[in-house]
């Protein structure tokens, strides 16, 4: 992808997932259907969280790589 549109543009059509910064999704219009949770983890020197559609539950694969919750 060749945008943060066009990045947040698939994971509100529902096509995956993707770890990017919250401010780039807070403001922009898919702010509503997608939901932002933390990665939990080690203190980096980046927070990062993950990034998916609010009407499709999170896979059991998500949660053992991304250490949410």
């Known amino acids: 992808m060749s945008s943060v549109e066009g990045v947040l543009g698939c994971i509100a059509a529902g096509l ?3 770890l990017i910064g919250t401010g780039m999704v807070k403001g922009s ?10 990665v939990m983890g080690p203190q980096l020197m980046f927070r990062f ?7 499709i539950p999170l896979s059991n694969d998500i949660y053992a790589i991304s250490g949410l919750f």
């Open 16 to 18: 995956g997932y993707t």
């Open 29 to 38: 219009r898919y702010e509503l259907p997608l939901s932002v949770q933390p």
């Open 49 to 55: 969280s993950l990034i998916y559609q609010k009407n």
